[in-house]
């Protein structure tokens, strides 16, 4: 990740699930670093900061700003949180998001437990 990338991509805002990269790296990119979550037990354990995150996506985008979700392997927290936001703001089901995200990247595993944990928030906040 370097600042070349952001800007080329046009990423104004990153989501670090990941203890052991840097975080609040360049001043012109809004940072969101959720740290000390690792596994799925840990993603289960941190529901509102998962939500936090998933809203901290819809208020970037919604600003014009493109988000960068990033875990150290990009496939399990960073995909768990792309999925939460198709299913919270889309209205997709978790099978559905995480099928669509397979489209362009195939290695995509999220937790599941945790999904199936949020959708049971979302479903009592509806």
């Not at 960073?78 to 290695?107: C, F, H």
Request: glycine share 8%.
């Amino acid at each position: 990740m370097n600042q070349e990338f952001f800007h080329k991509n046009g990423v104004t805002h990153v989501i670090n699930w990941s203890s052991s990269a840097r975080c609040n790296v360049f001043d012109d990119i809004e940072y969101l670093c959720m740290s000390g979550i690792r596994g799925h037990t840990g993603m289960l354990r941190h529901l509102d900061d998962l939500d936090k995150a998933v809203d901290f996506v819809e208020n970037a985008r919604q600003a014009g700003g493109r988000v960068l979700s990033h875990c150290w392997y990009g496939k399990n927290r960073s995909v768990t949180l792309i999925v939460a936001y198709l299913m919270k703001y889309e209205g997709m089901g978790a099978t559905e998001a995480n099928n669509l995200i397979k489209e362009t990247r195939p290695q995509a595993k999220p937790y599941w437990d945790t999904l199936e944990e949020y959708a049971k928030r979302l479903k009592k906040l509806s």
